[in-house]
């Protein structure tokens, strides 16, 4: 049995998600409306990919439920590559992406909010819901650029997560870090204004720097996330072959260790009956 009932924790992590994209959509501000709306800013394109990461993490345990037992090969074969597929956006999206938009931001809004959340900002979204925003008639507390990093951390917590080869991973998220740069540049050139407004008070060359910079800051991510996932499940795995000479080990022997399980949570420990 499962020793926690992590895909409820998915349906809900999915659920506010969805909510928050609604609420920042409804929300009537000046720079949603000109050219690249919503989409020229970081924080809802991570919103984005954070919503589309748990809704395949919720369709993989779906699946997963409905094939377990069948001994359909066809089906086992798909439900392996949508493991994958949530994998692969976990390392190569969800996780450097997630965190480079909390880390970011709050350095930035820390050092001069101006530079990044100015306080006209303020008569859109009151000060203390810039952790969140929460609908009028809503009864759960949704963040913007806070939770992204628990939510994510959960979810490497509890689940085992097959990271795609080194060159590969940093080739794509090197291609979305210079694609979102690209597309912040052009939205410049179209509109004549910065995306963020403390680009409008760097000169050209710190501009370059500053990109270069974030380019390499989401490669430093993407090698962190690589790195803990295999802390985390190097450990977790370590402790299910403990001496049984340990005083807790008699609570492990009869535990077994399935790291591509896809099973979610700490399903990937499985009691034997």
């Given at each position: 049995?499962?020793?926690?009932?992590?895909?409820?924790?998915?349906?809900?992590?999915?659920?506010?998600?969805?909510?928050?994209?609604?609420?920042?959509?409804?929300?009537?501000?000046?720079?949603?409306?000109?050219?690249?709306?919503?989409?020229?800013?970081?924080?809802?394109?991570?919103?984005?990919?954070?919503?589309?990461?748990?809704?395949?993490?919720?369709?993989?345990?779906?699946?997963?439920?409905?094939?377990?037992?069948?001994?359909?090969?066809?089906?086992?074969?798909?439900?392996?590559?949508?493991?994958?597929?949530?994998?692969?956006?976990?390392a190569v999206l969800a996780f450097?992406?997630?965190?480079?938009?909390?880390?970011?931001?709050?350095?930035?809004?820390?050092?001069?909010?101006?530079?990044?959340?100015?306080?006209?900002?303020?008569?859109?979204?009151?000060?203390?819901?810039?952790?969140?925003?929460?609908?009028?008639?809503?009864?759960?507390?949704?963040?913007?650029?806070?939770?992204?990093?628990?939510?994510?951390?959960?979810?490497?917590?509890?689940?085992?997560?097959?990271?795609?080869?080194?060159?590969?991973?940093?080739?794509?998220?090197?291609?979305?870090?210079?694609?979102?740069?690209?597309?912040?540049?052009?939205?410049?050139?179209?509109?004549?204004?910065?995306?963020?407004?403390?680009?409008?008070?760097?000169?050209?060359?710190?501009?370059?720097?500053?990109?270069?910079?974030?380019?390499?800051?989401?490669?430093?991510?993407y090698l962190l996330g690589e790195?803990?996932?295999?802390?985390?499940?190097?450990?977790?795995?370590?402790?299910?072959?403990?001496?049984?000479?340990?005083?807790?080990?008699?609570?492990?022997?009869?535990?077994?260790?399935?790291?591509?399980?896809?099973?979610?949570?700490?399903?990937?420990?499985?009691?034997?009956?």
């Amino acid at each position: 049995m499962a020793l926690v009932p992590c895909q409820v924790l998915r349906v809900a992590i999915l659920l506010s998600y969805c909510s928050i994209l609604c609420n920042y959509k409804a929300i009537e501000m000046p720079s949603h409306k000109t050219y690249g709306g919503s989409w020229k800013f970081l924080t809802f394109i991570d919103l984005v990919i954070q919503a589309v990461f748990f809704g395949i993490c919720v369709l993989t345990d779906l699946s997963s439920l409905l094939t377990r037992g069948s001994g359909n090969q066809e089906q086992e074969r798909q439900l392996k590559k949508l493991i994958s597929l949530r994998d692969w956006i976990l390392a190569v999206l969800a996780f450097p992406v997630g965190i480079f938009v909390v880390a970011v931001f709050w350095i930035i809004y820390a050092y001069d909010r101006e530079m990044i959340y100015p306080k006209l900002l303020d008569n859109f979204i009151p000060g203390w819901l810039n952790h969140g925003m929460i609908p009028r008639r809503a009864t759960a507390r949704l963040y913007k650029h806070t939770t992204v990093l628990p939510f994510i951390l959960i979810e490497m917590r509890t689940s085992h997560h097959e990271y795609p080869s080194r060159s590969s991973g940093l080739t794509a998220i090197c291609t979305f870090s210079v694609g979102y740069i690209l597309w912040v540049c052009w939205v410049h050139h179209v509109t004549g204004m910065w995306v963020y407004p403390f680009l409008e008070h760097i000169g050209p060359g710190a501009r370059i720097i500053f990109f270069g910079s974030t380019t390499i800051l989401m490669n430093f991510l993407y090698l962190l996330g690589e790195v803990l996932n295999s802390y985390i499940w190097d450990t977790q795995k370590s402790a299910t072959m403990m001496p049984t000479w340990l005083p807790w080990a008699n609570d492990l022997t009869n535990v077994s260790w399935n790291p591509t399980s896809p099973e979610v949570g700490f399903s990937c420990f499985t009691k034997e009956r």
